[in-house]
């Protein structure tokens, strides 16, 4: 193996690893910790939004710290000013009669920027973050200053709906809309959450921001090379979903440098494997979630992805379906035929899938796993 492909397997492995490390850290919170790496790959900015108390913030430090990248964080109000944002003015060089500014620690030379209430933020805030997010540059006064900042994180309560803020949301591509767990899960929230409480102390890096840098260079490079070959793939999906849920041509174009990072990230080396038609269109798929406009679109989105499901795993969930309703209904021998058929259609599912769609479908299949296992509990018990 060539040393530069040895340097990148490498990368991506230890990647993968601070994925893992995040998904076993946090509870239900798959999304949010795909998409934060899939933004950090891409070089692209990524906004959750959610109430407080989702563990925003808490994702995005642990995140730095395992990659021990530099981050910076301000909770943003109409009263935040300039300085607690690019950093003050050096009073030594104003007596000089020179107006410059101390940049440490401020975003300029953070390499994760976490923006909290992002939408709250005065005018002049709003018009310096556009250049950072959209150039990674700050006009200050006379002179363009590079920031270092390699993803900016927003974090927001609301979807705003005023027209000046529609600029601003439109440089966050990548979304997650995020929710308080369900009643009926606060046992494994809290154990789950006491946990995370003494891990976060505990963190050490296990990958680098070079790691980092390293992949994206790899995707860019990959998607230039093959973009034919992936656009002929990928461009119907997404002209198809864009007839229900509408993407700007600027995020349309870099789908498939989303696409790559998402492979990537469930173990997929892009650099030695031969482009696969059904893997690049199961990654376009998973990746279109993260590209609506609001939490509305997520029904829309849940049902143009259940129609482009493998069938096999279309027609498990109507059995499983079908089974729910004949117990509801207290049919029991049907709904029993139903739970047996679903049982071998998963055992045949498994046997006939290659190891890689497996585990692109892991959490679909889990979860029809887990609704199979309550509906034989249902059906158990309606036939007492």
Known sequence: MPLGTCINVEAFERIR??????????????????????????????????????AKTTLVYALSKFLNAKWFYRQLTKFTDLEEILGPINIAKLLDGKVERIY????????????????????????TLLSILNERVVYDGDKVVPVKTWTVFGATNRIPDEEELQALYDRFPLRVFTEWVSPDETEPLIIK?????????RIE??????????????????????????????????SNYVEHIPISNRTRVKVPMYVMTYLILNGIDITT????????RVGTIKVLKYLVNNKDQLNDYSSFATVHMPEDLLRLSELLSEAKALINNEV???????????????????????AVTLRLYSNEISEMEDLLKRLEEALEQGRR
């Not at 440490?104 to 018009?127: P, Q, W």
């Not at 959450?193 to 102390?201: C, D, N, T, V, Y």
């Not at 494997?273 to 690049?280: G, H, R, T, W």
């Open 17 to 54: 690893n601070v994925y893992a490390k995040l998904n076993s850290m946090f509870y239900k919170y798959e999304d949010e910790v795909l998409g934060s790496l899939m933004a950090t790959l891409s070089r692209e900015n990524y906004l959750l939004v959610g109430p407080p108390g989702t």
């Open 104 to 127: 440490t620690n401020s975003i300029v030379e953070s390499e994760f920027a976490l923006l909290d209430e992002i939408f709250n933020a005065s005018s002049a805030i709003l018009n």
């Open 193 to 201: 959450g006491w946990e995370l409480r003494a891990e976060l102390e």
């Open 205 to 238: 890096p296990v990958a680098t921001m070079d790691d980092v840098q390293t992949a994206n260079k790899v995707i860019i490079q990959y998607v230039h090379d093959h973009i034919r070959d992936i656009s002929k793939v990928i461009s119907p999906i997404i």
């Open 273 to 280: 494997a031969e482009i696969n038609p059904v893997i690049l």
């Open 332 to 354: 029991y021998n049907e709904a029993r035929e139903r739970i047996r058929n679903a049982k071998e259609l998963l055992s045949q599912l498994r046997s006939k899938w290659d």
